[in-house]
């Protein structure tokens, strides 16, 4: 049987959408809806997700046509990261319990702080994950901030790769992004664009795993110069 906080009430009752605004503008359309709406990520400085019931939803996505402001719903069926996740995020505190977690031994990003720190991952944290917002641009200008110009999205389809755009651009950074993975194409060939890629921003790859073992440099052939006198 699944675990009961997969199939609670949030799981029909919710939806989500992309919108193209900032934060704080996401904020103030949310205000009014209460528990009924919340912004459940933030992923670039005018890129934010709504999460909440399906009435509140359309409602506010209804106001943001009249406005001309750009949105996409989401293929969701529950409202992630919204007020409907407190129930789920309760439980699934309790039924992970106490854990032996540490502190990590190398610092991270994290998405739930939007900042670099050593939080510990133990149950709070993962309850926290499940209902808070989703700070993915926060956590992304700390690392520009901090000096990181180069993105890796680990996916099978890039989905940030444009919210981490935006996010180098507003700062003004010249950041190289790339990505794992492409829908439709060769697997192998775009991971290879990928390691390539981070080559060439100075980053230079382990070549035992790429191919299988170091070989013997062998020079390449000289220019053959075409001498032709005038």
């Known amino acids: ?16 959408a992309a919108i193209t605004l900032s934060e704080s503008d996401a904020e103030a359309l949310v205000r009014r809806y209460g528990d009924a709406l919340s912004v459940g990520a933030i992923n670039s400085p005018r890129g934010a997700v709504l999460s ?9 996505l209804a106001e943001l046509d009249s406005r ?36 990590p031994a190398v610092p991270f990003y994290s998405s739930v702080t939007g900042a670099l720190g050593s939080a510990v991952i133990d149950a709070a944290y993962i309850g926290s994950n499940v209902r808070q917002r989703v700070r993915f641009a926060p956590a992304i200008d700390a690392m520009l901030e901090d000096g990181f110009n180069a993105f890796l999205e680990i996916a099978p389809h890039p989905v940030l790769a444009g919210s981490l755009t935006e996010c180098a651009a507003e700062r003004e950074a010249q950041a190289v992004v790339l990505t794992s993975l492409r829908r439709n194409r060769p697997e192998r060939e775009t991971m290879l664009l990928a390691c390539a890629g981070l080559y060439a921003s100075g980053r230079p790859p382990q070549w035992e795993n790429v191919q299988g073992g170091l070989a013997d440099p062998c020079e390449l052939p000289s220019y053959p110069w075409q001498r032709q006198r005038y």
């Open 52 to 60: 909440g019931t399906r009435e509140a939803l359309g409602k506010a």
């Open 68 to 103: 001309g402001v750009t949105h996409r719903a989401l293929p969701v069926n529950y409202a992630f990261h919204s007020a409907q996740m407190q129930p789920l995020a309760t439980e699934l505190t309790a039924a992970i319990g106490t854990i032996d977690a540490r502190a």
């Open 1 to 16: 049987m699944a675990p009961r906080f997969v199939i609670v009430g949030a799981s029909l009752a919710g939806a989500t």
